[in-house]
């Protein structure tokens, strides 16, 4: 997870630093001249000086005052080279080779845009060595990455309280084959492990063998499943199921939908029927953390009916997380949980934190 993320980003991290410290030699490669320079002007002026003395020595009796030369002009011009300041135009140059990394690792342009500006804007106009620089860029880098990924988040088990009795009801969506009916199936599990009833529905209609998929993980699961015919409405499917958990004081209804692609008008316009009569909770998207910069699009045409959260299924096997923060910076809403595996046990709940830190 994240491994050719970090290895992109460490290595354009060096690339900058490196062109500051390259920068700073030749200044400091001026300094020794100059400074060389005054080591001579001073030894110069000190004779200048000794000659003057004896000057004075020998024009006392006829007092006559000779001014010595001033002194710290030479200092004063060499200071001016042991600092570099970094203009914007300078950075924009050094700062490309970060915003590629970011850009190569399906990251959306706006987010790379962002994070770079706000580093730009952290450098602009500071005196810096090459290990300040890299500690400024890798802070803001951390800071920025945290705060796409930091939202709000969910409180199952406070919101099933506030339900008095009425079940929570979780309806999955998005793109064909991103992983919502094993996403199901691990929802429950993890539901099962809180103590908390479960139903399904089978709401992907349509897909062949879709029921008989969900069906095996309900036996696997002892979860009990509510289905009609192939062909049938998904938004009746979910209302039976509903009042089925209603009338067995059942927690959760967990609803699996059909994939669906974003650019079908149709399809999205049935999940809005879907979400129109049962009204659910939460709407999760689930989408493939391997899917790239097409993540932002299905996220925008699909959060029209109003994405609550995130579920990202292969986490276990993207190298470049691009699409955990382009996702959450397009929706402002947060990844819920991570599919990390084949297995019902494979799901995590997502902690913005523990993500930074293995990036840092």
Same mark, same amino acid.
């Given at each position: 997870?994240?491994?050719?993320?970090?290895?992109?980003?460490?290595?354009?991290?060096?690339?900058?630093t490196?062109?500051?410290?390259?920068?700073?030699k030749?200044?400091?490669?001026?300094?020794?001249?100059?400074?060389?320079?005054?080591?001579?002007?001073?030894?110069?002026?000190?004779?200048?000086?000794?000659?003057?003395?004896?000057?004075?020595?020998?024009?006392?009796?006829?007092?006559?005052?000779?001014?010595?030369?001033?002194?710290?002009?030479?200092?004063k011009?060499?200071?001016?080279?042991?600092? $570099?300041?970094?203009?914007? /135009?300078? !950075?924009?140059?050094v700062?490309? +080779?970060? @915003?590629?990394?970011i850009? *190569?690792? &399906?990251?959306?342009?706006?987010v790379?845009?962002?994070?770079?500006?706000?580093?730009?804007?952290?450098?602009?106009?500071?005196?810096?060595?090459?290990?300040?620089a890299?500690?400024?860029?890798?802070?803001v880098? $951390?800071?920025?990455?945290? /705060?796409? !990924?930091?939202?709000?988040?969910? +409180?199952? @088990?406070t919101?099933i309280? *506030?339900? &008095?009795?009425?079940?929570?009801?979780?309806?999955?969506?998005g793109?064909?084959?991103?992983g919502?009916?094993?996403?199901?199936?691990?929802?429950?599990?993890?539901?099962?492990?809180?103590?908390?009833?479960?139903?399904?529905?089978a709401?992907d209609?349509?897909?062949?063998?879709?029921?008989?998929?969900? @069906?095996?993980h309900?036996?696997n699961?002892?979860?009990?499943?509510?289905?009609?015919?192939?062909g049938?409405?998904?938004?009746?499917?979910?209302?039976?199921?509903?009042?089925?958990?209603?009338?067995?004081h059942?927690?959760?209804?967990?609803?699996?939908?059909?994939g669906?692609?974003?650019?079908?008008?149709?399809?999205?316009?049935?999940?809005?029927?879907?979400?129109?009569?049962?009204?659910p909770?939460?709407?999760?998207?689930?989408?493939?953390?391997?899917?790239?910069?097409?993540?932002?699009?299905?996220?925008?045409?699909?959060?029209?009916v109003?994405?609550?959260?995130v579920?990202?299924?292969?986490?276990d096997?993207?190298?470049?997380?691009?699409?955990?923060l382009?996702?959450c910076?397009?929706?402002?809403?947060?990844?819920?949980?991570?599919?990390?595996?084949?297995?019902?046990?494979?799901?995590?709940?997502?902690?913005?934190?523990?993500?930074?830190?293995?990036?840092?």
């Amino acid at each position: 997870m994240f491994g050719l993320f970090k290895k992109k980003i460490t290595a354009a991290v060096n690339s900058i630093t490196e062109k500051i410290a390259s920068d700073d030699k030749v200044k400091d490669k001026n300094k020794d001249v100059i400074v060389e320079s005054e080591s001579i002007e001073s030894s110069v002026v000190s004779d200048k000086n000794s000659s003057l003395d004896s000057v004075e020595q020998k024009s006392s009796k006829e007092n006559i005052v000779v001014e010595k030369p001033a002194k710290g002009l030479i200092s004063k011009l060499t200071g001016t080279f042991t600092e $570099k300041t970094l203009s914007e /135009d300078y !950075l924009k140059d050094v700062l490309w +080779d970060l @915003e590629l990394a970011i850009l *190569e690792n &399906n990251v959306a342009q706006d987010v790379a845009e962002k994070i770079v500006s706000d580093i730009r804007d952290n450098l602009k106009g500071r005196s810096v060595k090459r290990s300040e620089a890299e500690k400024i860029i890798h802070d803001v880098l $951390k800071s920025n990455i945290f /705060d796409i !990924l930091n939202k709000p988040k969910i +409180d199952f @088990e406070t919101t099933i309280k *506030e339900k &008095n009795g009425e079940p929570l009801v979780i309806l999955l969506i998005g793109f064909n084959g991103a992983g919502k009916t094993t996403s199901c199936a691990k929802l429950a599990t993890y539901f099962k492990n809180k103590n908390h009833t479960c139903v399904f529905a089978a709401a992907d209609s349509f897909r062949v063998a879709a029921i008989e998929q969900l @069906e095996e993980h309900a036996q696997n699961l002892k979860v009990k499943m509510i289905k009609h015919k192939y062909g049938a409405d998904p938004a009746a499917v979910i209302y039976d199921a509903v009042a089925h958990a209603k009338a067995r004081h059942i927690d959760v209804v967990l609803a699996d939908t059909a994939g669906r692609v974003h650019t079908d008008k149709n399809l999205i316009a049935e999940l809005e029927k879907i979400v129109r009569i049962n009204n659910p909770d939460f709407k999760f998207l689930v989408v493939e953390a391997v899917v790239g910069n097409d993540v932002v699009e299905q996220a925008r045409v699909f959060d029209t009916v109003g994405i609550d959260g995130v579920i990202l299924t292969k986490w276990d096997v993207d190298e470049k997380g691009g699409a955990a923060l382009s996702v959450c910076h397009t929706l402002g809403k947060p990844i819920v949980f991570l599919g990390t595996g084949q297995e019902y046990g494979d799901f995590e709940e997502f902690d913005a934190r523990s993500v930074v830190d293995s990036i840092f």
